[in-house]
């Protein structure tokens, strides 16, 4: 594997980012502007109707956060000058063809000046609509890639994606791509024009009904969930992210492409600083309700593994992989998590919620301390079931059917449940593959890169970590990551 100066690499060239709002997109933007002033030109791509507003959504939700203190300490009064000469706002969205860039001469600049392009943009509801997952993850990652062959000056396409477009898999989880079309489960093959057509025939159905969008987004939504299960993964999110991995594998042609598979991200571990986090990202929602008094009992077995990669660390990873593919034209994956080499598990992250939140309680709005007990933990859906009924003295059969495509055949038993215990059933169903989620992540591809760092560019290996290995969890957990969402998050 060749790999040289991850710096001098990114000296002089021009990249285009996409979803440059979002959480690991900026702290990679970061990055760059801190170790690399010598840097070409970054075109961020946001969602926005037109230049200015794109400007706006730039300096309000990307340079303005806390996240660049850094980088403003670093330039100081020099900061607007030099932001204006190295990052370009640019309105578009990937839902459309060419990125939806309708500025043409700079459509045309971006195409004569662009080296590299990575796809962070992405719709991570595990639920959202299916007709927004599909066009954003799915055929936005085309467009995506489209808009790549057409940079002249093109080097790479870099793929941001999950470990999680595995599905419910059990086992080492190896670096390979998917077969185009097919399915986790059953033998029909997944056919994404035939997915669009359907999304097409359906809300075109449901408005000629006259039908409300609020119905129209709930049977979008149930319907995502549906055709994800039919193939065999367990979400919409993950299911649109498979079929965007399959059509980029598909189309690449000629043009090299790395596809990016981190595991769940939490808080920055040491850069720009330690514990910053935007957002609720998966085992967070339950760190934050339980701090908050509002989680009393987990679902899960609390010896699995629990698969956690600080945000930093991905963004390393992200760069090492860049340079080492700098001169070659092959597609590689890259799983960049924990689970493999430095394991923690569910059990440790609720001992640490538990000691942190009680050494520390959280206020409430009232001014008083919340107490947190060691709670309730429930190791199937069935003892979660049966707890469910008891407490609220409500049918069994209504509580494991409540969030699946059967209810109506139990629609009188379900009717009686409160919306409240719905949105709880709703979420547990959402969560439940990954709180009882079997698998370990193989890195093989990722370990190569760490050793070619630590062998080739030994002077940088330090600034561009992503070994999971030396983290201390007990230390990271509560001494920065929650800290971090309680300064960032519960806020």
């Not at 796809?119 to 467009?143: C, P, Q, V």
């Not at 990202?281 to 509002?294: A, E, N, P």
Request: include cysteine; hydrophobic fraction near 40%.
């Amino acid at each position: 594997m060749e790999m040289e100066n991850i710096v001098g690499f990114l000296e002089n060239k021009t990249i285009l980012v996409t979803g440059a709002t979002g959480y690991l997109a900026k702290i990679f933007v970061e990055k760059i502007l801190r170790v690399q002033p010598k840097v070409k030109k970054l075109y961020l791509l946001l969602r926005a109707s037109d230049a200015n507003s794109a400007l706006d959504r730039l300096n309000k939700e990307v340079i303005g956060k806390e996240l660049f203190k850094v980088v403003r300490e670093k330039y100081g009064e020099r900061l607007n000058s030099f932001l204006s000469e190295k990052v370009s706002a640019v309105a578009g969205d990937i839902s459309f063809e060419d990125l939806g860039v309708k500025d043409s001469h700079l459509r045309d600049e971006m195409w004569r000046e662009v080296d590299v392009v990575l796809n962070f943009a992405a719709t991570t509801n595990f639920d959202d609509r299916y007709d927004i997952s599909l066009g954003i993850n799915t055929l936005g990652a085309l467009h995506v890639l489209n808009f790549a062959k057409k940079c002249l000056q093109i080097k790479m396409l870099v793929h941001i994606s999950t470990a999680y477009v595995c599905g419910e898999d059990s086992g080492l989880i190896l670096e390979k791509p998917f077969s185009m079309g097919k399915a986790k489960k059953g033998t029909s093959k997944i056919d994404i024009e035939k997915e669009k057509k359907l999304i097409q025939e359906k809300l075109s159905e449901l408005r000629s009904e006259n039908t409300s969008e609020t119905d129209i987004t709930q049977f979008m939504k149930d319907l995502g969930i549906q055709r994800a299960r039919m193939y065999g993964w367990p979400n919409t999110y993950v299911f649109t992210k498979a079929m965007g991995e399959m059509l980029l594998m598909h189309s690449k042609e000629d043009l090299p492409l790395l596809i990016i598979r981190p595991t769940m991200i939490t808080s920055t571990y040491k850069e720009p600083f330690p514990g910053w986090i935007e957002g609720i990202r998966t085992i967070d929602s339950v760190i934050v309700g339980y701090g908050k008094g509002k989680v009393s009992c987990f679902l899960s077995n609390p010896q699995l593994t629990l698969d956690v990669i600080p945000a930093d660390m991905v963004v390393n990873g992200i760069l090492v992989a860049m340079v080492a593919h700098g001169k070659q034209s092959s597609e590689t994956i890259y799983h960049i998590g924990s689970s493999l080499r430095n394991p923690v598990k569910l059990s440790n992250i609720h001992d640490f919620s538990f000691r942190y939140f009680s050494a520390n309680p959280w206020i409430n709005k009232d001014g008083m301390p919340v107490k947190v007990l060691k709670g309730t933990i429930f190791r199937s859906m069935a003892s979660f079931h049966m707890y469910m009924a008891i407490r609220f003295q409500l049918p069994l059969k209504a509580l494991e059917v409540a969030n699946t495509m059967a209810f109506k055949k139990y629609q009188s038993t379900y009717a009686t449940l409160d919306r409240k215990i719905k949105l709880v059933m709703r979420l547990v169903d959402l969560y439940k593959p990954y709180v009882f989620f079997e698998g370990i992540f193989d890195d093989t591809n990722s370990e190569k890169l760490r050793i070619a760092a630590r062998e080739k560019v030994p002077e940088e290996a330090d600034g561009f970590n992503f070994d999971p290995i030396g983290i201390d969890w007990e230390d990271y957990m509560m001494g920065v990551h929650i800290p971090g969402l309680v300064k960032y998050v519960m806020k």
